[in-house]
């Protein structure tokens, strides 16, 4: 099975600060990876697909980028509504895999 | 607009299955373009996948919960389900339905249902 660390598991960070997100995937899974966005009580949204696709209607502050084993996630210029977890997620051959999560705090 | 809504029971004692349905409406769950599954959250944690259904019947199961769960789809009812046996204190969880494209890109989410297990 595929296994995704993702670092860091949390992040104290300002509005206006740019932060990043780092999702490494034990084997190459191409780039078959997705970020998602949960805020507490709700369930995730889709942002980002295909490792640097941005869903219709996701802000384009947030951006991916990556292939094979290493994988980014960025956020340009923080805003309010962006404190939240954020978790990748990677498909290969029909499975999937979430990683830990990263929780983006106020500072 | 598509909606996916789960229901089922809020509490099941230990050694006892679990079942839950999900009801999707604004999309035809008979669709070729996408596959329906369940993810769950145990409260305070992560996500993990559980499965995945095509229209077709073809269901895909994490490796880890393979041996305990079954996913079905009633096409004629627009809605799948699932079933986890020998429910444990460590299955509780929010339980999600959801719809995928291809490569497990999950576009649309059910609000969750909280699964307590519990004598």
């Known amino acids: 099975d595929i296994q995704m660390t993702q670092s860091p598991s949390s992040l104290s960070a300002s509005v206006g600060d740019r932060v990043t997100i780092t999702c490494q995937a034990s084997?190459?899974?191409?780039?078959?990876l997705n970020w998602y966005q949960q805020k507490p009580g709700k369930a995730p949204k889709l942002l980002i697909y295909d490792a640097s696709n941005l869903e219709t209607g996701v802000p384009s502050r947030f951006t991916g980028s990556g292939s094979g084993t290493d994988f980014t996630f960025t956020i340009s210029s923080l805003q309010p509504e962006d404190f939240a977890t954020y978790y990748c997620q990677q498909y290969d051959n029909f499975l999937i895999t979430f990683g830990q999560g990263t929780r983006l705090e106020i500072k | 607009q598509l909606q996916l809504q789960e229901s089922g029971p809020g509490l099941v004692k230990p050694s006892e299955t679990l079942s839950l349905t999900c009801t999707v409406s604004g999309n035809s769950i008979s669709s070729s373009s996408f596959y329906w599954g369940w993810i769950r959250q145990p409260p305070g944690k992560g996500l993990e996948w559980i499965g995945s259904?095509?229209?077709?019947?073809?269901?895909y199961y994490n490796p880890s919960l393979k041996s305990r769960v079954t996913i079905s789809i009633d096409t004629s009812k627009n809605r799948f389900s699932l079933k986890l046996n020998s429910m444990t204190a460590a299955d509780t969880a929010v339980y999600y339905c959801s719809r995928r494209r291809v490569r497990g890109i999950t576009d649309y989410w059910g609000q969750g249902t909280l699964v307590t297990v519990s004598s």
């Open positions: 084997q190459d899974i191409n780039n078959y």
């Open positions: 259904i095509y229209y077709g019947g073809s269901t």
